[in-house]
């Protein structure tokens, strides 16, 4: 599949691969298994649930992980994956639990995180469904969104749900991966769910531009959030909190490098170059497909995409989804261009299947 049709796919729009609703099963029919992904899927499909801490579990395909929070009167769950896996999700936490589904929290608007909860409500109709304000608006700015995946709770800034052993705190502090990015704590786990903040141990992706609101929006995280050890990303990777303080000085250096190369009027691959300097930095810049990523790109190129972002913040150029997402930065009066080299996918497949640009 073209790298441009698996984007236009996943992310354009945010919406439009989650306008079309998901049919409930019918009664006495059959479940689906939880390794069925939708026909043609660039994903990996669902996996089986994983064990992460307590209460808390991940099942990882589909699109981005879903975390499964099992509380007292009944189950959380964060994100629903791309449409068509609603029944994978239930079919992994019947494996679990028997309790019902009482909540679903939407990290961001993007299909691959909301695209069955119109199933899962289905099942379950008194299900709260809560994001940010900010994400509420996004999805409903499509004019062929499908409002069964519409949220019917929203919040600013910060919202606390339950107490307790069952407490979870909700935190969005503004434009990030998204406009409205919600960041989940579960302080009974010591656990913090990043959404796409924070995917797959690399930079994040940054469709609308943020290049340098991302790394406000990391420190502030950090400094604001106590006592969590675990972090979980929103695709892939389980990390830990000394990760995430990598991950913010991370984005700190790539907007501060990118400035610095900027106003020297050199190319942007110089920016990458620097950051490739601080040794504890490599795992973020590694060279290798991830497992299960094998439709996406590198961390290094991801870097370098990120640092092209910035380079048009800085122009005062609109970000091109083109150049956050691999193409060359084009060279104009105001800077100069980037090495296509920097974010071509890698020329031979890894892990055994075709390398394409990464899209979450």
Sequence with gaps: MKKHLIIALLVSGSLS??????????AGAPARPAAAAPRGSPL????????????VYKIFGGGGNTLVIVQDAGVVLVDTKMPDNGQA????????TDKPITTIINTHSHPDHIGSTDFIRAQFPNVRVISSEATKTEITAN????????????????????EGADRIELYSFGRSHTAGDTFVVVPSARLLFMGDVMAWNMAPFLPAGGAMEIADVVEQLVATVKDVDIVVEGHGHVNDWAGLQRMAKFNRALVTNARAAYDRGDAPGTAVAELQRNPDFAVLLDT???PGLEYGNTPLARAH??????????????????VANGQPLAQTDKHKGSNPADTAPPAAPQSGAAAQPHAH
């Design 89 to 96: 999700i239930l079919d992994e936490v019947r494996k679990i």
């Design 17 to 26: 691969t989650a306008c079309v609703a998901q049919p409930a099963p019918t």
């Design 305 to 322: 995409m990120n640092v092209n972002v910035a380079f048009q913040e800085f122009a005062g150029e609109p970000v091109g989804f083109g």
């Design 143 to 162: 004019p062929q969104h499908n409002p069964a995946v519409v949220p019917n709770e929203t919040y600013t800034g910060r919202m606390t749900i339950g």
């Design 44 to 55: 990996p499909p669902p996996t089986p649930a994983e064990h992460i801490t307590g209460n």
């Design 288 to 290: 290798k497909i991830k």
